[in-house]
């Protein structure tokens, strides 16, 4: 892709926009996420500020498994780092021979991330038509969680696969917008831990 | 070209068959594994089904029909890393080549996509039209005559989401897709496959919600108002899957046309001298993609009641209506602006087309659109003024709503401004454009009492509010639809329509419509409440006046639909070259317009509005270059 021209009227071709039209879009879904999350926080601060009826968070209802919930937070950690690290050496124009090792890290992450958090869920243990709004909300914050990093997941795996198969060369582009989205994901993640293990 | 073409390319040529028996398949299988696999349906009524099975069925049923089309080619050759596609598939998929087959698959062509638009949202304004035609005619009497309650409202359900389905797609679909690129000097949008998957969304999200007839339908009308939507048969999992399909293709939407505007503009063009239909798509889109995700979220938890019987909205369960109220309405209220801010754009852009004047206060009415944009965020609650509201929000919220007068009075002084001793051609488009302005005068007035709470009480869910809605919406977005086809439909097709005797439709339906909803609006103010079927006795001259003058606007509707399927597909009436005479871009390109958009490239833009001067909004240079492989 060329960022010469933003119009493609003077590049050969221009069928996915260029770098700065990739980032710029991700952020973008960045800012919609945003809502997204801020959707279901107002449902859950509400929900809990109100407690109707007294069943927020019913008595004998517990929280998710906490050496579970840490591990889940755990592989997006790591896979933040392997995606910072690919970042770095991608931007610097580096021909590292670490680099695929690097994405494959980054994968390994993501794919485990993805099978914790679906273990994690199952380990709820919640009848959800008795267990009050608390765990009603904690259950479908996971799963959309869950569900953006199979998402983003599924998008590192197909520019892992086109580096490591040498049909497409990773860009800085490409690089810095996947180390967003994941981060971000992992930190709303972190957030979403905090808020249903310790503040309802 | 390559005389042997790839297999995804032979599959593409059946995209639209295939597309169908995806969906067929995916639902069968999302039918037996929701019904089978999935615990804790809810104990409604299941003689039809289960709510996971209908859910996952339409759901699968969605990916199937994508699947069919082709979308999952690319991610999943991405996935294996597979090589990119050709530059010769990017031009096979771009449409090159021609031919009608490009309007019935999957294609990265904007201007395809935006004639696909066209026609799909014509076809499902006219089911919902007819609808509409069924509820009038049920209304004729007092008392139920033709229809039972439940399926009345299943009826008067299925026009409005259908209508709202549509209405939020039916200008920035066609004429956002078709026309942005070529107002900015892009050969493409940011995101070609992600503009096409936006329109086939469309046709599952409509077919699905009009399958809820064979489920037993839905009573909550397009709000969807919790806890009625979770006491629905599974007639409501239509309109949830529905909404979610919408929510999903007016996000995504927005995302491609803020990046593609934003990003992709041609050098020369600062955001000072786009379009104002520019404009007004990039305020939309904004408000599009970060209303959407709320209508989602909500959606979501529906859908979580429905099938594993969570209580958001229960409050015994610890839930609360009001809950979904805020969520839909933060996404619902920008959702009407959604509609209408295109309606804007599209009228300032043929205005001064018509006035043969620059268009006054060009970043006045820019500011105006933006300002109501960005109130448009801060006043959802007016519509809970009397279902929950805490006492002492309301006055917020009725400043807030009353505060969006300002800025669209200042688009009011944009186009007086623009009218003022002006060599004003009054042709058909310009009839549509006077018509808007005084359609949208009376929906902004009825919304003012609306907006103000002591009204509302004695206002709220009558029919005033829908006759209020219909001003905005079809008197304003429709009519600009229908202005704007009659403007457009020369650059989109090559063809045109009869202009004198589109002049009586005209007529027909400007006075169809106000005898309709005046009617209406005195209905309301007389206390007949909305989505009910049977009325006070004398509510019913009103109530016949305004069914006879509806019967009447659905047949002058339907003479605008004749009259364009018998000029543009049958009679196939050539238009000239530049008929409007005006000085936009979209218009100083050829006709038909090149596959690539530009046959030279686009230089020295200024302000398409230089009437005075006869100036165009863009000099051409020299010739682009081909692309390689094309």
Redesign the interface.
Known sequence: MSDV??????A???????G??LV??SR??L???T??QL??L??FL??RA???????HPNGVGTPPQVLALISLAFPVIGVLALWAVWSTVSKSRESSALGGMLLLAVVAAVLTGAVRILLMYQFNWT???A???A??A??WYA?LLGEFIGVG?WL??LA??H??G??RLSTAHARAILEQWTYITGVSIAVYLLIQYAS | MSSRPTLARRLNEWGLLLGVIGAVIGFIIGFAIGTKAIA?SSDLDHSLGSDPGILLGYALSAVGFLAGMGFLNY?IG???????PS?ED?AYMHGEGGGLGRYFRMT?DHKVIGLQYLVMILVFLFVGGLGAMFIRTELLTPVPSVANAQSYLTLVGLHSTLMIFMASAAIIGPFGNYFVPIMI????M????LEALTFWLLPPAGLILLSTVFLGGFTTGWTGYAPLADQNVLGMDSYLMGFALIGLSI?LS???M??TI??????GMPLSRMPIFVWSVLVTSFLG??????L???V??EM?SRT?????FV??????PY?WE??FW?FGHPEVYIFVIPAFGLIMEMLPVFTRRPLWGYRVGVGGMVGVGLLSFVVWQHHLFVSGIAPSLRPFYMFSTEMISVPTGIIYLVALGSLWRARTRFSTPMLFIFAFFFNFLIGGFTGVFLSDVPSDFSLHASYFVQAHFHYTIMGGEVFALMGAIVYYLPKMTGRTMDIRLLRYQFWAVFLTFNGTFLSLIAVGILGMPRRVISYAAYLQPLNDSASIFALALGLSMALFLGILIWEVVIKQRVAAANPWESLGVEWQVPTPVPT?N?DR??VAWSLPYDYDTGKPAADFGPA??A??GA
């Not at chain 1, 050969?12 to 260029?18: A, F």
């Not at chain 1, 109100?50 to 927020?56: D, L």
């Not at chain 2, 940011?190 to 496959?193: G, V």
């Open positions: 021209s933003p119009t493609g009227l003077t050969i071709e221009e069928v996915e926009g260029g700065r039209t710029f879009t973008l879904v800012a919609a996420n809502t997204l959707s279901l107002f449902a509400y929900l109100n407690n109707f009826g007294g069943v927020f959800l038509n008795s009050g709004t608390y009603d909300l259950t479908l959309v599924l795996l197909s696969m086109g490591l198969r049909t497409d | 804790g991610p991405r996935l294996l890393g597979a090589k990119r530059e990017n990265t000097g892009t050969r493409n940011a995101f070609p496959r996000g927005g995302l491609n803020i990046a934003l990003t992709k503009r041609a050098p993609a970060l209303a959407s995700p709320a989602i979220a909500a979501l938890m979580f594993y019987q969570t209580t958001f409050p015994s369960g610890g839930g609360s809950l805020n969520l933060f690539f530009f490239v686009p682009v270059p692309l390689s």
